[in-house]
């Protein structure tokens, strides 16, 4: 089965999965584009932080990136107020922001995968 999770996951793009790869969390997500609030998939791998849009977007596409690129999760209100918002911190100085439930269960997910 998560062979097939695997296609899924990184289609379209020239990921493959690693052996021993394993998908340790998935759910809907939307991941902020400038003012866009992008709806879509959210994966966590134990190699890779993968985000697939819906197709019915106006911004539509897979966004792919290592565990190893990763400096800090935190989490972050959207609207200044709500509790739904994590904050991925990119080697290099970019930031990555997502609208996710359960946040804090992503971060410490995020966190552990990668220590």
Known sequence: MEEREFDMVFRSTEIVAAPGERILRQGLANL????DAVGGQLWLTSKWLVFRSHSMNFQVGVCVWPL???????SVNTLRIVPNGMKVVLKGGAEVRFVVNRRRAWIDAIAQACA
């Open 32 to 35: 902020w584009r400038g003012m």
């Open 68 to 74: 190893d690129e990763i400096i800090s999760v935190t």
